[in-house]
Nanobody, 124 residues
Framework: HVQLVESGGGSAQTGGSLRLSCAIS????????LAWFRQVPGKEREGVAS????????FHADSVKGRFTISQDNLKKTLYLQMNDLSPEDTGMYYC??????????????????WGQGTQVTVS
């Protein structure tokens, strides 16, 4: 069983920054990728960024490239998403996920099997 707990969401001004964290716990569960997704009401959940935990390769959706950066701290078992130059279009519920690395799945190549409860990001 894997538990993922997000934190760091909140409100920001356009052009501002936020840093999301995801604390990961669990035993005897193998996952190859960690990812951030986001969702707004009425739309499907979309991939924002992912990291392949073995090789450390990262993927970022085109909409956030150059502004968001995903990273992991293996010692602390924590996943991060640094979000800079925020815009109102970045508003949504952000979810942390763990799963299998499947490069053919757009946009971030992660087939998520475990989800956190989400943290709200609002940009005005």
């Amino acid at each position: 069983h894997v538990q993922l707990v997000e934190s760091g969401g909140g409100s920001a001004q356009t052009g501002g920054s936020l840093r999301l964290s995801c604390a990961i716990s669990g035993y005897n569960i193998k996952y190859d990728c960690l990812a951030w997704f986001r969702q707004v009401p009425g739309k499907e959940r979309e991939g924002v960024a992912s990291v392949y935990t073995g090789a450390g390769h990262t993927f970022h959706a085109d909409s956030v490239k150059g502004r968001f950066t995903i990273s992991q701290d293996n010692l602390k078992k924590t996943l991060y998403l640094q979000m800079n130059d925020l815009s109102p279009e970045d508003t949504g519920m952000y979810y942390c996920g763990a799963g299998r690395d499947v490069p053919t799945i757009p946009p971030v190549g992660c087939d998520v099997g475990y989800w956190g409860q989400g943290t709200q990001v609002t940009v005005s």
